[in-house]
T-cell receptor
Framework: QQQVKQSPQSLIVQKGGIPIINCAYENTAFDYFPWYQQFPGKGPALLIAIRPDVSEKKEGRFTISFNKSAKQFSLHIMDSQPGDSATYFC????????????FGKGTKLTVNP | KAGVTQTPRYLIKTRGQQVTLSCSPISGHRSVSWYQQTPGQGLQFLFEYFSETQRNKGNFPGRFSGRQFSNSRSEMNVSTLELGDSALYLCASAVGVNSPLHFGNGTRLTVT
């Protein structure tokens, strides 16, 4: 009930491509879905987050698409750059407990020049 | 504004020893959470403190404990270390309930 399944494990794209990372959750009590970006030797940094009352949220080149009925959400990175090469984590959490996030296992993204 | 500060950055301990990790949250943040990150299990929630009270606890053995001080700084302690405790321990702070988490760069613990 607590799992968040993330795919793919790794992804390689060319500069300018649009990598897509998918996540599926089981806990219907989740109502907060953030994405974190982590570079080697650093902690995860919050990238963008969405709540289930919207189906899409865009911030710069990053877009979250959310499908409540399917219990799925995804991250799209437009015009990807080599500097976007990092590990991306999706997560789910519930109201009053955003401090207790359940994370996916991560996707290692490589953007080739 | 300074970010979340964790000390030390690296730690090497021997099986059976105990260790204390420290976390200073972002100024004004009253909630502190701890996560364990390993290649196999990913990011797993340990516990969360708000105003010196533990609000949530993850599924870890009692060897893992924590506390929060009146200035919101937090410490976590692991006793009787096992090889499997080798991991990156991440602290995250938030202004309060329903606020986004901001992570520090972690303490890399190696148990030999």
């Amino acid at each position: 009930q607590q799992q968040v399944k993330q795919s793919p494990q790794s992804l390689i794209v060319q500069k300018g491509g649009i990598p897509i990372i998918n996540c599926a959750y089981e806990n219907t009590a989740f109502d907060y879905f953030p994405w974190y970006q982590q570079f080697p030797g650093k902690g995860p940094a919050l990238l963008i987050a969405i709540r289930p009352d919207v189906s899409e949220k865009k911030e710069g080149r990053f877009t979250i698409s959310f499908n409540k009925s399917a219990k799925q959400f995804s991250l799209h990175i437009m015009d990807s750059q080599p500097g976007d090469s990092a590990t991306y984590f999706c997560a789910g959490g519930s109201a009053g407990g955003s401090e207790k996030l359940v994370f996916g296992k991560g996707t290692k993204l490589t953007v080739n020049p | 504004k300074a970010g979340v500060t964790q000390t030390p950055r690296y730690l090497i301990k021997t099986r059976g020893q105990q260790v204390t990790l420290s976390c200073s949250p972002i100024s004004g943040h009253r909630s502190v959470s701890w996560y364990q990150q390993t290649p196999g299990q990913g990011l797993q929630f340990l516990f969360e403190y708000f105003s010196e009270t533990q609000r949530n606890k993850g599924n870890f053995p009692g060897r893992f404990s924590g506390r929060q001080f009146s200035n919101s700084r937090s410490e976590m302690n692991v006793s009787t270390l096992e090889l499997g405790d080798s991991a990156l321990y991440l602290c995250a702070s938030a202004v309060g309930v329903n606020s986004p988490l901001h992570f520090g760069n972690g303490t890399r613990l190696t148990v030999t």
